[in-house]
């Protein structure tokens, strides 16, 4: 069975400070790979989405940037952080009409 | 464009109240995907239901029903019999026949239910 793992849960970081979070799927092959981010009190938000390796879109501009060095891997970093890049971010996975979400990381950048 | 609208913010019943979580939606597409996801605190997303957008058909699973209507593009989800365990978000959301993966989502309504 296909399962999506993400990592860190949970991360507190300075201000200017570099980030990375990575997203691994387990059980299937070439899928479609998303990062969603929520802020606080708002909806999910698409920042980045790729259908294969080294293959990057960009939905909305901001201080983060996304790779795909292998199939099932997708990381989403930045060099500095900024305050408004807290929230909480999701990976996602697609096949078919469908798409599974990862746990989550909350992010605070203090 | 592509576009989801939750307007309900935040809606509170006491349990054993029925509620509606409304959701409309605005894409160019002829085929397109409805999803509703239950978010609880933990954060994680859960599927609830997915809807093409051939299928008006209503659907109920147990105490969850769903009424599609292209004619208002709507996808609305009703509660009945609300429970304390269904407090959490809800979102609504659309993908389109480019990239069915690619989702759009509403902002979410929080649904407080108390005892």
Redesign the interface.
């Known amino acids: 069975s296909q399962t999506i793992h993400q990592w860190p849960a949970t991360l507190v970081q300075p201000v200017g400070s570099p980030l990375s979070l990575e997203c691994t799927v387990e059980g299937t092959s070439n899928p ?1 790979l ?1 990062w ?1 981010r929520q802020a606080a009190g ?5 920042l980045f ?1 790729s259908v294969g390796i080294g293959q990057i879109s960009s939905e909305v501009p901001q201080n983060l940037s996304a790779s795909r060095p292998q199939d099932r891997q997708f990381i989403l970093s930045s060099k500095k952080l900024l305050l408004s890049d807290s929230g ?1 971010y ?1 990976c ?8 599974f ?4 990381t ?1 992010l605070t950048v203090v | 464009a592509q576009k989801v609208t ?1 307007a309900q913010t935040e809606i509170s019943v006491v349990e054993k109240e029925d509620v509606t979580l409304d959701c409309v939606y605005e894409t160019r597409d002829t085929t397109y ?1 409805l999803f509703w996801y239950k978010q609880p605190p ?4 859960v ?1 609830l239901i ?1 809807r ?1 957008s051939f299928d008006e058909q209503n659907e109920i699973s147990g105490r969850y029903s769903w009424n599609f209507q292209k004619s208002t593009s709507s996808f609305n989800f009703t509660i009945t019999a609300s429970q304390v365990v269904d407090s959490a978000v809800y ?1 609504c ?1 659309l ?1 389109e026949r480019d ?10 309504t929080k649904l407080n239910v108390k005892p």
């Not at chain 1, 979400?101 to 989550?104: E, H, M, P």
């Open positions: 479609n998303y969603y708002r909806g999910l938000q698409l989405y909480f999701l996602a996975w697609g096949q078919g009409t469908e798409a979400f990862g746990q989550g909350r | 939750q995907y933990s954060g994680e997303l599927f997915r093409n979102f959301a993908s990239n069915f993966n690619k989702f759009y989502f509403g902002s979410g």
